[in-house]
């Protein structure tokens, strides 16, 4: 039973279909496929820290609305992400509680302190870039479930990039102070943002096999160079500038080059030791305790839903 089931599933990877939850498949795919989609549902749960950060202090009703409204898509991002995550067998809470053990990676970006509201453009614009040039091909991985679920992931954040675009370029076009606050902003988050697309491809393990599987259709490095073109054309438009003075187009290799990035520093934040690691998973663990009683309230509502249906 076991070779038809492999028999299938490489046919299936080989026509490019999909996967589906009660399909067979080899242990290996689904380990790789929900350390993925775990960490990706940790990083969108992480990841609203620092901007939440900014609400209270959002410049205008208008500012906070949005920031409000992005936030929450991220909330709602990682719940698509854990039930995704959810159909190859793990329960949400374990996965929930590797995240808080700390036992589980999530996204070295989110590891960085946002200063200022400048930060909040060069999120939208760098981070969620970034996402986007990502996860556009993860629409087409093998994985039913997850492809699904990044279609939408990346519709909102199209929105979100766009909203984080627009407040730099009013920046950008503000008072001098403002411009500088812009530039720093870009300057801090330009390193982090390239690292979001993991190691080098001499240095990533799991790149083949999830390539072979259909799951990344990209290597780590090909689709960080195609970032850093789309952000070189759009920094022109700022009128600001990439903290990268060796980024060129390699016109025989048909590629973006750009800078060295600091390995040793990602090493340092994924392995928990970045600025603010600690203080991520310190609020993540109070949220979630302080969260206990709507969990226990929505399980006691379900309890008596389901008792009166039986009646
Ligand atoms: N941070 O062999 P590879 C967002 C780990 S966007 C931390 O290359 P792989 C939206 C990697 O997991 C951010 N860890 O691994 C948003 C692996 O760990 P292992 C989330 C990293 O999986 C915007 C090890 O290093 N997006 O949240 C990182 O083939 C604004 C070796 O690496 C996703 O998760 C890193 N940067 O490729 C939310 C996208 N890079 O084996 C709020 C889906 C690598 O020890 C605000 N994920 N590692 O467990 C992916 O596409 C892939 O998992 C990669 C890594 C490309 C991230």
Known sequence: EEQAGLERFNALIAEDSRIEPRDWMPEAYRKTLTRQISQHAHSEIIGMQPEANWITRAPSLKRKAILIAKVQDEAGHGLYLYSAAETLGTPREVLNEQLLSGKAKYSSIFNYPALSWADMGAIGWLVDGAAIANQVPLCRASYGPYGRAMVRICKEESFHQRQGFEILLELAHGTEAQKRMAQDAINRFYEPALMMFGPPDGDSPNSQQSMEWKIKRFSNDELRQRFVGMIAEQVKVLGLTLPDPELRFDEEAGRWVHKD?????????????????????????EAHENGAWVREAAAAYAAKKAQKAQV
């Open 261 to 285: 990035l600091d390995w040793d520093e990602f090493k340092a934040v994924i392995a928990g030791n970045g600025p603010c690691n600690a203080q991520r998973l310190e609020r993540r663990r």
